[in-house]
């Protein structure tokens, strides 16, 4: 199976990955999936609590490909955002703009679930 | 070196250029066919197709009216456990199998059970070879039939065919081996082994594709089989259709290049694949053979890379042509079946990859591939989020995944 050329720039230059302190309070982790099913998302986002904006983001990604892109387009689009605007990232914009097949739709999803996971976790933890 | 570099004999092989050269006029100038029995092109056509017949029967320590040709593998196992189920059936309605074996040998029983016949799937020790006690156990007075392939084509692992072959002739069974991976590159007997049945293929041991062929033991005892195909009565019978000339040269040819080579080239098989091994594991952490070292295939060599996924692994290395146990690809997810029969877990089937080298591989291929694995391993455990959970002491089997 070709990949796209966009998740293959992903997959050889990805973009933010690493991790952030996950007992900062401004700091929210989502870790999605399952390693038996072959891909776990890890998906950090560092928040400065008096503009709600994210400042960082960060992820790492076990599985495929098309999952290390998704997640890592992610972080790209994650900095910059509200909190709110990153939770109307929807899966099918990754597939878009990654040109992700149907068979590798579940990544888009997983990065969509993870990027919920480290926002409600940032939620919890500063008590909105 | 030339990129890509091929990597993955357990799925094909090219044609050795002098299996090609035999073939060639067998198209062309020598096109006759073998049952034409009243003249000159018939004749030729005959000529070599008797002599591929005792070419393969050489490799493989039978006689040359032993052999049938097929079309391949595929159609040998068919041929071998449909044949013998059906003309065994009023004897019994038992098989049994292992649940290692290619989907050639697998599908073929699920097709039979629907039928109502019994079928045992024998479990894999964690090594990847069956249980001779466990074999002893399942044979009731209804089995009539032993399919154990001789060679796993994943993992490499060769199972213990004498032993098998000696408890099913104790036992009365007949006893059917799927030896694609095997003939050519180990020795195989079917005199000594007490082997009944045994397939083999054209295309994986530097012949062309589209041809196989089937051993059928003619004495001691002497095996029927119900054709599966039938029309003209070719092959006594037991395979209908004009046999493929150059395709059964080729194949010939291939088993006589293998029998004369097959000691100096296991012996460079070996060499390659242990070097391969030791580089890899001596970079690498975390890395676990798949199936036993002990009896395998010289040229085998299936490694999970613990906290990789394999497709990503493929995608790092696209320079090399080698196979993953991982099928991130298809709808339901499942890794290699084979992996998972020998009790790895699912993460760790996901992680594999498989190295099959062959004979037109170099020391200097070997060398690149080694370096070029670890470089990307250690790439993608920077990314893994489990190699860092790892790193921090946290047992990854008491995490609570979030399964999707």
């Not at chain 1, 790209?76 to 990232?89: C, H, M, P, Q, S």
Request: hydrophobic share 40%; aromatic share 6%.
């Amino acid at each position: 199976m070709a990949y796209s050329d966009k998740v293959l720039d992903h997959y050889n230059n990805p973009r933010n990955v690493g991790s952030l302190d996950k007992a900062d309070p401004t700091v929210g982790t989502g870790m999605v999936g399952a390693p038996e099913c072959g891909d776990v998302m890890k998906l950090q986002v560092k928040v400065n609590p008096s503009t709600g904006i994210i400042e960082e983001a960060k992820f790492k990604t076990f599985g495929c490909g098309s999952a290390i892109a998704s997640s890592s387009l992610a972080t790209e689009w994650l900095r910059g955002k509200t909190v709110d605007e990153a939770l109307a990232i929807k899966n099918t914009d990754i597939v878009n703009e990654l040109s992700l097949p149907p068979v590798k739709i579940h990544c888009s999803v997983l990065a969509e679930d993870a990027i919920k996971a480290a926002i409600d976790d940032y939620k919890k933890k500063s008590g909105n | 070196m030339k990129f890509p570099i091929y990597m993955d004999y357990h799925a094909t092989t090219p044609v050795d250029p002098r299996v090609f050269e035999a073939m060639k006029p067998y198209f062309t100038e020598l096109f006759g066919n073998p049952a034409s029995r009243n003249h000159s092109f018939g004749w030729a056509a005959e000529d070599a197709v008797e002599k591929g017949r005792k070419q393969i029967a050489s490799l493989i320590g039978a006689n040359s009216k032993e052999i049938v040709f097929t079309s391949g593998a595929t159609e040998s196992n068919n041929l071998a456990i449909k044949g013998v189920a059906q003309m065994y059936a009023e004897r019994g309605n038992h098989i049994i199998t292992a649940a290692t074996e290619h989907k050639a040998t697998l599908d073929t029983c699920k097709h039979l059970e629907k039928e109502g016949f019994r079928v045992t799937y024998l479990a894999v020790q964690a090594n990847g070879l069956i249980d001779l006690n466990q074999l002893r156990e399942a044979i009731t007075d209804k089995t009539i039939l032993i399919s154990i392939m001789y060679a796993n084509n994943e993992i490499g692992v060769v199972q213990p065919i004498a032993e098998i072959g000696k408890l099913a002739k104790e036992r009365g069974v007949l006893f059917h081996t799927d030896a694609v991976q095997a003939a050519g590159k180990i020795p195989v007997n079917v005199i000594a082994d007490n082997i009944d049945l045994l397939s083999i293929s054209g295309h994986k041991i530097y012949g062309p594709k589209g041809v196989g062929a089937l051993y059928v033991r003619r004495k001691g005892p002497r095996v029927q089989l119900t054709a599966q195909i039938d029309g003209g009565g070719h092959e006594r019978g037991m395979r209908s259709g004009t046999l493929n000339v150059p395709g059964i040269v080729g194949l010939g040819e291939a088993c006589a290049i293998a029998q004369a080579e097959m000691a100096e080239e296991s012996k460079r098989m070996a060499y390659l694949r242990d070097k391969l091994k030791d580089r890899l594991l001596g970079a690498l952490d975390e890395c676990y053979i798949n199936g036993t070292m002990e009896s395998r295939l010289p040229n085998n060599l299936n490694i999970s890379f613990a906290f990789v996924e394999g497709e990503s692994l493929l995608m790092g290395i696209n320079d090399i042509a080698v196979s993953s146990g991982s099928a991130c690809t298809s709808a339901t997810l499942e890794p290699s079946y084979v992996l998972k029969a020998l009790g790895a877990g699912d993460d760790l089937a996901h992680s594999s990859i498989r190295f099959g080298i062959g004979r037109f591989n170099t020391e200097e291929e070997v060398d690149y591939v080694a370096g070029k694995v670890i470089d990307v391993v250690q790439k993608l455990r920077e990314l893994s989020p489990l190699y860092e959970m790892h790193k921090e002491g946290i047992d990854l089997t008491k995490v609570q995944w979030t399964a999707h």
